[in-house]
């Protein structure tokens, strides 16, 4: 089997020691939180290489915030509806006690 590494297409790495001290990429960033099954993540990775997850992540909240929307207008049509027929109610009644 062929062993499958990565590398940076900048020609740097993520982390080294230097001169005694952790020279860490600036784009070597840590993610924490919860991935799209559920299950939690904490872990370094390039920014480059999360691109791909969060990209998914962020289309993702953007479905389920767009499918809100269309149910709280749909909600708010139909008290809409629902309150012209109690005003349009009121009015027929008022008149027909004005009327007698």
């Not at 953007?62 to 909600?75: C, G, L, P, S």
């Amino acid at each position: 089997m062929i062993e499958e590494t990565t590398s940076c297409p900048l020609g740097h790495s993520c982390t080294s020691v230097i001169e005694g001290k952790l020279d860490r990429c600036a784009w070597h960033v840590r993610m924490r939180g919860k991935t799209a099954t559920g299950d939690d993540t904490d872990e370094y990775r390039c920014a480059m290489a999360w691109m791909p997850v969060v990209q998914v992540e962020v289309a993702a909240a953007q479905r389920d915030v767009a499918a809100e929307t269309r149910m709280f207008n749909k909600d708010m049509t139909d008290v809409g509806k629902a309150s012209n027929l109690i005003m349009l109610q009121a009015v027929v009644n008022k008149a027909k006690i004005e009327n007698g």
